[in-house]
């Protein structure tokens, strides 16, 4: 009976990762990841290195502002046809295809700068990597919503987020570490640059995924031809477009019960990883721990925690709903802030310090997979890539503007790290009472069965 059990649990697991789609999605993930580590950890140790102070590299977290504020453009990359790569490759292939080009570019801008000389080219060129960076997660994001049905949202936020690492954790994070000990910072992002054709690759390969409208996007588009009636030409054409790529996701997201609570849990729930997450390169640094050891922990041992957290993350969503498995992550994504408070106190010790990353790794694969379900079910199909955008931006905005003055917060503390991150514990347990009242009284709020759809007018 066990083995039975047992055996049909990996037919399960093998069945629901085993979709093609996965694959595209996979590596998808790893173009999104793969500049996050360029404008946030490696761009800090290397801050560092160059001899800046602790509160500017602090307040290099708001060059990543394009993060939290992409869902101003995402009605345009939602709606608006790019010449020739729209009708070659299709709304979403074609963004991100473009995006891609401008990532690529962009990082090799970042490239010639020299912290140690200058430090505006150096925010400049974070801000374009930032800013096409954010643009592609827009379609990237869009994307996976709308190739998977809701029942494979678990897995696909599984897979993303393990691709997001392998791009972001590995290749970005590690292997930047490695080719900037061996070749210098510059030489790194240089050759990081060319890794952006990962995504290239995978945009050529992909499907571009079907377009389908429901009952409420119907209404909507109805209501914006209704309102632009009276008017002709390219004003009528204007007025219909802004309405049902800006009014109408915004309107039916509002009408939904407990609106307000959700976008205040999202905005919430990662604000204690975000204070963590920006400084931790320059703890390791200020520890004295190499850029070569720091890679080797993350490589072996955090992305290995990390790809754990992923398959258990999207375990839990399928097995045990998406809010419950939100609330196992929180908590156990605040017990991780209490293990660096540990390593602080221990000092240059490397058990401790592998100790801390596999923890953080683990219940930050726990506890993103199940944020992205979550946010992947709130998305009504007709308006994807806008109300992600929305969502993953509030998201953002904690982890860009508190972020900031985590660097500030050290230097009050007197260099103080136990003391720092027994704060950043105490915060992150901030969004779990609002998850609380969501579990209560909005558990249908996400989408659980995919709408009852019709074909999209062309």
């Given at each position: 009976m066990s083995d039975a059990s047992t055996l049909g649990r990996l037919r399960a697991a093998a069945a629901l990762y085993g979709d093609r789609r996965l694959a595209t999605i996979l590596a998808l993930g790893f173009a999104s990841g793969?500049?996050?580590?360029?404008?946030?950890?490696?761009?800090?140790?290397?801050l560092r290195d160059e001899g800046v102070s602790r509160t500017d590299i602090g307040l290099f977290a708001l060059v990543a502002t394009p993060y939290a504020i992409n869902f101003l453009w995402a009605p345009l990359v939602?709606?608006?046809?790019?010449?020739?790569?729209?009708?070659?490759?299709?709304?979403?292939?074609?963004?991100?295809?473009a995006t891609q080009v401008l990532l690529m570019g962009a990082v090799a801008l970042l490239a010639t700068s020299s912290p140690g000389e200058a430090l505006l080219p150096v925010a400049v060129g974070a801000l374009c990597v930032s800013a096409a960076s954010a643009t592609q997660d827009i379609v990237i994001d869009a994307?996976?919503?709308?190739?998977?049905?809701?029942?494979?949202?678990?897995?696909?936020?599984?897979?993303?987020?393990?691709g997001w690492h392998l791009g972001g954790t590995l290749v970005g994070g590690a292997g930047g570490?490695?080719?900037?000990?061996?070749?210098?910072?510059?030489?790194?992002?240089?050759?990081?640059?060319?890794?952006?054709?990962?995504?290239?690759?995978?945009?050529?390969?992909?499907?571009?995924?079907?377009?389908?409208?429901?009952?409420?996007?119907?209404?909507?588009?109805?209501?914006?031809?209704?309102?632009?009636?009276?008017?002709?030409g390219r004003s009528a054409a204007l007025l219909r477009w802004l309405h049902g790529a800006v009014v109408a996701p915004l309107v039916e997201?509002?009408?939904?019960?407990?609106?307000?609570?959700?976008?205040?849990?999202?905005?919430?729930?990662?604000?204690?990883?975000?204070?963590?997450?920006?400084?931790?390169?320059?703890?390791?640094?200020?520890?004295?721990?190499?850029?070569?050891?720091?890679?080797?922990v993350a490589k072996v041992y955090g992305l290995t925690a990390n790809a754990v957290g992923i398959l258990v993350g999207g375990w839990m969503v399928a097995r045990l709903g998406t809010l419950r498995a939100l609330l196992a992550g929180g908590l156990a994504a605040a017990a991780t802030n209490v293990v660096y408070a540990v390593l602080a106190s221990a000092g240059r010790d490397s058990a401790t310090f592998v100790a801390a990353v596999v923890a953080d790794n683990f219940t930050g694969g726990l506890a993103t997979v199940a944020f992205v379900a979550y946010l992947s079910g709130l998305?009504?199909?007709?308006?994807?890539?806008?109300?992600?955008?929305?969502?993953?931006?509030?998201?953002?905005?904690?982890r860009i503007w508190f972020s900031a003055s985590a660097g500030a917060a050290v230097d009050a503390l007197d260099g103080d790290w136990a003391t720092f991150f027994l704060g950043t514990a105490v915060v992150a347990l901030?969004?779990?009472?609002?998850?609380?009242?969501?579990?209560r009284r909005y558990p249908?709020?996400?989408?659980?069965?995919?709408?009852e759809s019709t074909p999209a007018a062309p």
């Open positions: 793969l500049p996050s580590p360029l404008v946030f950890s490696n761009l800090s140790i290397w939602d709606r608006l046809p790019l010449p020739w790569l729209t009708a070659r490759f299709g709304r979403r292939r074609g963004w991100m295809l994307y996976r919503v709308e190739i998977l049905e809701p029942a494979r949202y678990g897995a696909g936020s599984a897979v993303a987020i393990w570490l490695y080719l900037a000990d061996a070749f210098g910072w510059q030489a790194a992002y240089g050759a990081l640059a060319l890794a952006v054709l990962v995504g290239v690759a995978a945009v050529l390969l992909a499907p571009e995924p079907p377009r389908r409208v429901d009952a409420d996007a119907a209404a909507a588009e109805a209501a914006g031809r209704a309102l632009a009636g009276h008017l002709h997201f509002a009408r939904r019960p407990g609106w307000w609570v959700i976008l205040a849990f999202v905005f919430v729930f990662k604000l204690g990883d975000a204070l963590l997450g920006r400084m931790a390169g320059v703890f390791y640094r200020e520890l004295g721990f190499g850029l070569d050891e720091i890679a080797a998305c009504n199909l007709a308006f994807t890539a806008t109300q992600y955008a929305l969502l993953a931006s509030l998201g953002n905005l904690a901030a969004g779990l009472p609002l998850l609380a009242v969501i579990m249908e709020s996400a989408r659980t069965a995919p709408p």
